[in-house]
């Protein structure tokens, strides 16, 4: 069974920072990106940044505040986020992309989510 988990989010001030995780468990032949997608209270999910590789993809909203990594031995993506927002606020979700078995299909999976909120 594949699991996603996210951790580290939280209530943070505007200006300060955050440290996502996101470890993908189970069975994983070949990751193919790994990434972060957000959904603000009445608005549809979006991409915040995505990884495949060594080439990072970021929302131009996030575009030199964020910085997305990974550690591939351990299948875990990171998103450092910096001089956070309140428009940031949302729901992160975890998001892999990635082949079971060496002839299995190439699926999308994601986590359930984690709340940041950014307030004064």
């Known amino acids: 069974q594949v699991q996603l988990v996210e951790s580290g989010g939280g209530l943070v001030q505007p200006g300060e920072s955050l440290r996502l995780s996101c470890v993908a468990s189970?069975?994983?032949?070949?990751?193919?990106?790994m990434g972060w997608y957000r959904r603000a209270p009445g608005n549809q999910r979006e991409l915040v940044a995505t990884?495949?590789?060594?080439?990072?993809n970021y929302a131009d909203s996030v575009k030199g505040r964020f910085t997305i990594s990974t550690d591939n031995a351990k299948n875990t993506v990171y998103l450092e986020m910096n001089s956070l927002k309140p428009e940031d606020t949302a729901v992160y979700y975890c998001?892999?992309?990635?082949?079971?078995?060496?002839?299995?299909?190439?699926?999308?999976?994601w986590g359930r989510g984690i709340q940041v909120t950014v307030s004064s």
């Open positions: 998001y892999a992309r990635f082949r079971r078995t060496v002839l299995g299909d190439v699926q999308d999976y």
């Open positions: 189970g069975s994983i032949f070949i990751m193919y990106t």
């Open positions: 990884i495949s590789g060594s080439a990072p």
